[in-house]
């Protein structure tokens, strides 16, 4: 088994056996985040189209909308779509009902961080983005577990997303270079506006890395291959964007 399959199960102490093991992206959520009860799970699109349909009936049937007719047919497609529902065996009220705390577990699920990974070093494989520097001057970057995210893709869950201080003085050359990088992880939750290859973006990101070591790739095995003429492309919007300079938190 691999140390990071090893982590994922938790059958490791506090440490990986080696400073700077590989680690997979898998493993950085808290696995005791991840299961939890999410009835909306098992539902089919179709009965999620059905469950909102209702919803939206009923805010209308609770005001003075619509002429009698209209509510009439309002009444009678409610009943029909709660009925196909119920032969689904789906209880709409108590799903409703369910709501708020699933939507709490999904967060949870989606920000909580692996506390086996907090202050260790680490290596991980991923997707750079250009970020303003800090305040003090530090240079920064986002590192993502898949090119096109936060751009042409909607960012990842915050336990997905890095924040990333360098130290050596590289920073990507373009939005989504492939690179691996070495340093200590820590769980340090952070919120910043970025511009990126489509505007302002939101990156939240669970984890900050202290970047040791930083290794560009090049069409190395695991590593999406880009497009002909993509590079190009991004490095143009940016500057266009940017009139060739960092954008600003």
Sequence with gaps: MTIAFLAWLGLLG??????GALIDWTVLPDPAAQSFDDPFRALTPEQRDDILFAIRL?????TDVGSPDERQRWYMLLAETEQALATDQIDIDGLLSQREVVSRHRKKADTAGNPKLDGQIVTVTGYALPAPPDKDGQRTAYLVPQPGMCSHLPPPPPNQMIRVKLHNGWTPAYDHEPVRLTGRLVIDPSDHVVNVVDGLVQMRATFRMDAELVEPLADEPGQAAWPPGLKDRLRAA???KTGGSQAQD
Excluded: M
């Design 238 to 240: 940016r500057s266009r």
């Design 14 to 19: 506090p440490a990986f056996a080696a400073p």
């Design 58 to 62: 009923r805010g209308r049937l609770q």
